[in-house]
């Protein structure tokens, strides 16, 4: 089973947020499921990434593979690409003028964007004929290469890519990307009639979840939570007319990676047995981040994209509410820079008990998790989220509201706490009855412990992938044929 794997960004080579995770794992681990659980069919799964330039500047040992002319209306564009294996899976990354012009992953400028992905999209499809290397699948990952599946769609009913099937999994349905309409004539894709609305029909994500042959919603929750007015971004009745190909499959974490026993980031490893050690890094995190030294304080932290999705705006107001009770707070992120204002106004209220950090920084990242004993998430709306896995993984008990992957991650009052609606008297609610916890030793630990001991390994969400791939290509066998 040939398994083409597209996503924007993917870990190691360049990361933004949880897509990065993913996409960086899951390839690897389908790659590597055993043939037990696959009946003895070989998975072969490549991952093809744009090459950014920040990427360019790392060295991952990249060799050029080869270049192909991608055509469009104005003429052709060379399409160079780089190939490396990384741990065992093949990872072709894809340059060409609209990529090597543009500087970030996602830029704010948004026609740029669009540009930059549909050449991508397209390039990335037909790559797979310039290497004679026919997948069965082609999985793509929320807009940025969503296309690749409409693109796939049209190829097929004009006789191209037969038997070929095609997965959009949905790790964040409001970003559906600019209008794409100007690049699609470009690229002299058509625009067909589809059953979407009519705002939606130039947009890549919209149009990728027409043409795919089956939907992934990144937590079971969340693949129900998308059919409502709430959270379906005015696609809820279109989904729900797809509900039939629409799935919940949670994502895992590489738990290899996120491993506090031996992750070389943090200053002291510990496990569950060994779970005292743990205070080591709550010290270390204190003295590096100049907080006062004391174990008994109850440390806080938020390790996210600033973003309104993860609210993290009711945080400042949630503190002011239990500014008499005895607490200290990380806070790391980059973003919306209303959201950093509105944090560094806390930070000077409180100033020995708020830390604010806007920088991207996996190693204080994986400081936090180990060091800090409450997670919060107040999300407004969460298709999975991996942060509250590494935080219990790492023993730090979560505080999360009850939307998506969260209600899906956690039990309350066993692994976490969950509230409803993230407003600050909820979440400020929440912080006392976890400080309240805390303050009993044994509870806290088995609190802890109970996070710990939860598999978030990929190996039962990507059995479900695979079975998922199955059943596609047992609808769509090897020939001719539209669904
Ligand atoms: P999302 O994908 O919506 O950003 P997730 O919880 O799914 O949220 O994944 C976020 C990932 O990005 C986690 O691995 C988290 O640790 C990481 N992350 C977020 N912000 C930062 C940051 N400022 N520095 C380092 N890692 C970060």
């Known amino acids: 089973m ?25 390839p690897r681990f389908l790659r590597g499921l055993p043939l037990e659980v696959t009946n003895g069919t070989v998975l072969d799964v490549r991952l093809v990434l744009p090459l950014h330039p920040a990427i360019k500047n790392d060295s991952h040992g990249l060799r050029p593979l080869l270049i192909f002319p991608l055509s469009l209306k104005a003429g052709d564009i060379q399409v160079q690409v780089f190939e490396t294996i990384f741990e065992g899976l093949p990872v072709y990354f894809l340059d060409g003028q609209p990529i090597s012009e543009s500087g970030s992953v996602y830029s704010s400028e948004s026609s740029q964007d669009g540009e930059k992905y ?21 999985h793509a990952n929320d807009w940025h290469t969503a296309l690749a ?122 496990g569950i047995p060994t779970l005292e050690k743990r205070s080591l890094n709550k010290t270390a995190l204190q003295v590096r981040l100049e907080l006062p030294n004391d174990p008994d304080v109850p440390l806080l932290s938020v390790i996210s994209r600033m973003d309104p999705q993860k609210g993290i ?9 239990l500014k008499d009770l005895k607490w200290q ?30 920088k991207y ?21 969460e298709p999975c989220g991996l942060s509250q896995m590494i935080a219990m993984r790492y023993g730090c008990v979560p505080i999360v509201s009850a939307v998506g992957g969260l209600k899906d991650t956690i039990y309350h ?19 006392k009855k976890a400080f309240t916890v805390f303050s009993d030793h044994t509870r806290w630990e088995a ?3 109970a996070g710990m001991s939860q598999d978030f390994s990929w190996a039962a969400s990507a059995r479900q992938y695979f079975q998922l791939y199955d059943r596609l290509m047992a609808r769509l066998p090897n020939h001719n044929q539209t669904l």
């Open 149 to 270: 599946c409409y693109a796939l769609l049209l190829g097929r009913w004009e006789g191209e890519f037969p038997g070929v099937s095609s997965v959009l999994t949905l790790h964040n349905l409001p970003f559906m990307g600019p209008d794409i309409s100007s690049n699609m004539v470009e690229h002299n894709l058509l625009q067909v009639q589809t059953g979407l609305p009519e705002w939606a029909n130039t947009k890549p994500l919209p149009l990728g979840l027409w043409a795919a042959d089956a939907i992934v919603a990144v937590s079971p929750t969340y693949a129900r939570e998308v059919l409502t007015p709430e959270f379906g971004c005015g696609l809820e009745d279109y989904l729900h007319a797809r509900r039939e190909s629409l799935n919940g499959i949670l994502n895992g974490i590489d738990v290899d990676s996120f491993n506090p026993a031996l992750d070389p980031a943090i200053g002291a490893n510990f």
């Open 329 to 358: 707070i990380v806070i790391l992120g980059t973003g919306d820079p209303k959201l950093e204002e509105s944090i560094k106004r806390a930070q000077a209220e409180f100033p020995d008990r708020i830390r604010a950090e806007f």
């Open 361 to 381: 920084d996996p190693g204080l990242a994986r400081q936090i998790y180990a060091g800090s004993d409450i997670f919060l998430m107040p999300s407004r709306y």
């Open 447 to 449: 609190m802890q412990k």
């Open 118 to 138: 549909t050449f991508f999209s397209l390039a990335a499809l037909e790559l797979t004929r310039q290497l004679d290397w026919k997948p069965n699948i082609v």
């Open 413 to 431: 009052n066993e692994t976490g706490f969950i509230f409803e609606k993230p407003t600050p008297s909820r979440l400020a609610t929440a912080i």
């Open 2 to 26: 040939n398994v083409l794997f597209l996503a924007a960004e993917a870990d190691p080579f360049i990361k933004v947020g949880g897509l990065g995770d993913v996409a960086g794992s899951l």
């Open 313 to 321: 705006d009711i945080i400042p107001t949630a503190l002011r509410k």
